[in-house]
T-cell receptor, first 117, second 113 residues
Framework: AQKITQTQPGMFVQEKEAVTLDCTYD???????LFWYKQPSSGEMIFLIY??????QNATEGRYSLNFQKARKSANLVISASQLGDSAMYFC??????????????FGKGTLLTVNP | DAGVIQSPRHEVTEMGQEVTLRCKLI?????LFWYRQTMMRGLELLIY????????DSGMPEDRFSAKMPNASFSTLKIQPSEPRDSAVYFC???????????FGPGTRLTVL
C-alpha cells in the first residue's frame, strides 16, 4: 500500500500567488516525520521543510509552510508569493523507523509545479 | 561546507559492463542512503548504512547491485553486469544520526545502452 500519496501530478500558479501542494500519508507509528523536497530541472534534491508528528505548531521556513492536519493524515506544502524559480518537482516524504531504531524516508510520486509569469 | 559529492555526474556504458558510482558524505555525517530515480518508479531507496554498517538492503534490485562503505566518509554502488533497465538517476544522501534531514548529492545520471 502506498504510504505517501501526492494526488496532483501537476499544478499551475500565477507568479506572486500562493499555492498548496497536497500530501497524505499512512502510518500506524505514533512518532513520525514529514519532509518536503524540491527538485528543479537541474536534478538536485533540495530539502525545504520538516514537520514532526509531535510538533504542536505547523512548520514554517520563509515562504514555505506546512499545513499539518494530523487527524486527516495530511501534510500539505503551502508556498506563498510564488516566484518563477519555484517551478520544479516537489516531493513529500515520510520518515519511518525500523525495528532497529534506524530510520528511512519513503517518497511520494511528486507534483510538478509550474509558475506562470 | 561541501555538500554530498557524487561522481561521475553522467555515465554512459554498454550492457554487460561494470559501473561504479561514488559518493562522499558530508563531513561528520554517519548515515548514508542510496536512491534510484526513474520516471516509472519514482524515487526508491536501495540501501542505507549507519556508521558504515549496512542496515537495510531490501531495496537493492538484485545480486547485480552491491554497495560498500570502505570508510566513514565514502561509499560505492556497483552494478555488474549493467543492463539497459538500470538506466536511471542515482542519488546518495547523508545525514547525522539523531538529526532527521537527509542531504542529497547532485546525482549520477546512468545510461546503459
Amino acid at each position: 500500500a502506498q504510504k505517501i500519496t501526492q494526488t496532483q501530478p501537476g499544478m499551475f500558479v500565477q507568479e506572486k500567488e500562493a499555492v498548496t501542494l497536497d500530501c497524505t500519508y499512512d502510518t500506524s507509528d505514533p512518532s513520525y516525520g514529514l519532509f518536503w523536497y524540491k527538485q528543479p530541472s537541474s536534478g538536485e534534491m533540495i530539502f525545504l521543510i520538516y514537520q514532526g508528528s509531535y510538533d504542536q505548531q505547523n512548520a514554517t521556513e520563509g515562504r514555505y509552510s506546512l499545513n499539518f492536519q494530523k487527524a486527516r493524515k495530511s501534510a500539505n506544502l503551502v508556498i506563498s508569493a510564488s516566484q518563477l524559480g519555484d517551478s520544479a518537482m516537489y516531493f513529500c516524504a515520510m520518515r519511518e523507523i525500523d525495528a532497529g531504531s534506524n530510520y528511512k524516508l519513503t517518497f511520494g510520486k511528486g507534483t510538478l509545479l509550474t509558475v506562470n509569469p | 561546507d561541501a555538500g554530498v559529492i557524487q561522481s561521475p555526474r553522467h555515465e554512459v556504458t554498454e550492457m554487460g559492463q561494470e559501473v561504479t558510482l561514488r559518493c562522499k558524505l558530508i563531513s561528520g555525517h554517519n548515515s548514508l542512503f542510496w536512491y534510484r530515480q526513474t520516471m516509472m518508479r519514482g524515487l526508491e531507496l536501495l540501501i542505507y548504512f549507519n556508521n558504515n554498517v549496512p542496515i537495510d538492503d531490501s531495496g537493492m534490485p538484485e545480486d547485480r547491485f552491491s554497495a560498500k562503505m570502505p570508510n566513514a566518509s565514502f561509499s560505492t554502488l556497483k552494478i555488474q553486469p549493467s543492463e539497459p533497465r538500470d538506466s536511471a538517476v542515482y542519488f546518495c544522501a547523508s545525514s547525522l544520526t539523531g538529526v532527521l534531514t537527509q542531504y542529497f548529492g547532485p546525482g549520477t545520471r546512468l545510461t546503459v545502452l
